[in-house]
Nanobody, 116 residues
Framework: QVQLVESGGGLVQAGGSLRLSCAAS????????MGWYRQAPGKQRELVAR???????DYVDSVKGRFALSRDNAKNTLFLQMNNLGPEDTGVYSC??????????WGQGTQVTVSS
C-alpha cells in the first residue's frame, strides 16, 4: 500500500503563506485522485482541493484564487501552495489518495495555524 506523509504545516500570521507537501512511498499515479482535506476544531473534515490523474483540479470556493495544487512526478510528491492565509484556514490538513477501483490512503496530517 502506498503511504502518504505530509509536511510543511506550521504557525503563520494572517496574510502569510505556507506550502504543504505530501510525499508518496510509491507512484502518485497509482491514485486516480489525490487531494487535501482539512479539519478545523469542532468541525467536520472538508475537501479543500483535489487533482485528478490528468491535470483537472477542484477547489472549495473558500480557497479559490489563494490555494494551488501542483505535483512533482519524479519525486512522487503533491504540493498545496497556500497564500493569503486567514484564521479560517486553521486546521489539520491531510493528504488523501483515492483509487476508483477501490482503496485509498491517508497521511497522518499536518497542523496549520493562522493567527490574526
Amino acid at each position: 500500500q502506498v503511504q502518504l506523509v505530509e509536511s510543511g504545516g506550521g504557525l503563520v500570521q494572517a496574510g502569510g503563506s505556507l506550502r504543504l507537501s505530501c510525499a508518496a512511498s510509491g507512484s502518485i499515479f497509482s491514485f486516480d485522485v489525490m487531494g487535501w482535506y482539512r479539519q478545523a476544531p469542532g468541525k467536520q473534515r472538508e475537501l479543500v482541493a483535489r487533482i485528478f490523474s490528468g491535470t483537472k483540479t477542484d477547489y472549495v470556493d473558500s480557497v479559490k484564487g489563494r490555494f494551488a495544487l501542483s505535483r512533482d512526478n519524479a519525486k512522487n510528491t503533491l504540493f498545496l501552495q497556500m497564500n493569503n492565509l486567514g484564521p479560517e484556514d486553521t486546521g489539520v490538513y491531510s493528504c488523501n489518495g483515492y483509487r476508483l477501483s477501490g482503496g485509498e490512503s491517508w497521511g497522518q496530517g499536518t497542523q496549520v495555524t493562522v493567527s490574526s
